[in-house]
């Protein structure tokens, strides 16, 4: 079995027994193919892993060519992740060359694969480490150049219903233990991210382009989607959230819902 059959068996769920993986939601498919494609993810959720890259691979055995840009490499090693698109004939390569600690690439192999066989370019799009920290001490638009504290109008206050959004996800994804006095800077740090998304989405243009990143940062109310639209409102810009539970709420274009993954308490470790 060719590493392109061998991740699309993955992600049909052939590699498990032959049980078919969940079905697309009705409609996503459809869909013609926008200028910027949002695809969200629960990190952990491998169903929604799966019903990600066939929609992925679907619109790409088609025709389309996007570039990749995705979460889950930092920015800063961009460098390192074209010397890997270069040199490397399957995913383990780029993830071994270009990917970090923090996340359970083996979820990730069959879009990365998928970006090899058919040469789509991947980008990294997460915040360093180094602004990360940088925007935690001084502030979202520390990180940004003056062409982009003018695009994001960062010289303003952020909008006070954003900032009250975020704030209420980051302490509910806390479980409501984290420590009022770091509530503003994970909050910055939420924001900086979404923000840089949106940059380096636009650095793209004119190619089409889809983000690979968590739920949270795919939402058009309060993420990426909200600051492409204030940097290039006429973009045509589609968002899919992967929901467990189905929960929308104005958040996405479109929901697919997956089922809950099996985990521990979530709370437990936060408690620690």
């Not at 390569?93 to 979820?107: E, K, P, Y």
């Not at 009022?180 to 636009?202: C, H, K, L, Y």
């Amino acid at each position: 079995m060719t590493l392109g059959l061998a991740a699309a068996a993955l992600a049909t769920g052939c590699a498990s027994g032959g049980k078919p993986a969940a079905t697309l939601a009705p409609g996503l498919l459809e869909a013609a193919n926008p200028q910027v494609l949002l695809l969200g993810e629960v990190h952990d959720n491998a169903q929604g892993h799966k019903l990600r890259y066939e929609l992925l691979r679907q619109r790409v055995e088609a025709g389309w060519r996007p570039s990749l840009v995705m979460e889950q490499f930092d920015r800063e090693n961009q460098d390192l992740l074209n010397k890997a698109q270069k040199g490397c004939l399957d995913a383990q390569c780029v993830i071994r060359v270009a990917g970090g600690a923090r996340w359970d690439w083996q979820l990730y192999y069959p879009v990365i694969q998928l970006a090899l066989t058919y040469q789509l370019p991947l980008v990294a799009g997460n915040l360093s480490r180094a602004d990360a920290s940088r925007v935690v001490r001084d502030g979202v638009a520390s990180s940004f150049d003056p062409q982009g504290v003018k695009d994001y109008k960062l010289d303003q206050p952020l909008p006070t219903a954003l900032i009250s959004a975020q704030q209420r996800e980051i302490v509910t994804g806390h479980c409501d233990m984290l420590p009022e006095m770091m509530v503003g800077g994970m909050v910055n740090a939420q924001v900086a991210r979404d923000i840089w998304m949106a940059r380096i989405i636009r650095d793209q243009l004119p190619r089409d382009v889809v983000l690979i990143a968590g739920n949270g940062h795919v939402r058009k109310d309060i993420g990426v989607g909200y600051w492409l639209h204030e940097a290039a409102p006429a973009l045509k810009v589609r968002s899919v959230g992967f929901i467990e539970g189905g929960d929308n709420g104005g958040r996405y274009d479109s929901i697919q819902t997956v089922a809950p993954q099996t985990r521990d308490d979530p709370c437990k470790q936060v408690r620690k």
